[in-house]
């Protein structure tokens, strides 16, 4: 069984940067996906990283604004959100899911956390 844990959400003006962080409580052995869900609206994908670190996906809002990593080390995936617009507000919320596949589509996560907020004022 895999927990995860988000932190870092708040409140930001638009253009403003926040890094979001997710930690594991053990070895991170799955592919790791950021995922984000408005008030009325479907959850959506924001980004995923492979086992390795090495493959990366974007949803193409968010492409060159945000970047996922990871630090296997620290059993942590991390989400650096930058040049942030209002319509980046929403519960961002981490997955964890075996590499291989289909990052896109949230069905295919096994475990995830209880989501963190992140508001951006205009």
């Known amino acids: 069984q895999v927990q995860l844990v988000e932190s870092g959400g708040g409140l930001v003006q638009a253009g403003g940067s926040l890094r979001l962080s997710c930690a594991a409580s053990g070895r991170i052995r799955f592919a790791m996906g950021w995922f984000r869900q408005a008030p009325g609206q479907a959850r959506e994908f924001v980004a995923a990283?492979?086992?390795?670190?090495?493959?990366?996906y974007y949803a193409d809002s968010v492409k060159g604004r945000f970047t996922v990593s990871r630090d296997n080390g620290k059993n942590t995936a991390y989400l650096q959100m930058n040049s942030l617009k209002p319509e980046d507000t929403a519960v961002y919320l981490c997955a964890a899911r075996p590499a291989g596949g289909n990052y896109y589509e949230s069905r295919l996560y096994d475990y995830w956390g209880q989501g963190t907020q992140v508001t951006v004022s205009s």
């Open positions: 990283i492979g086992l390795s670190g090495g493959n990366t």
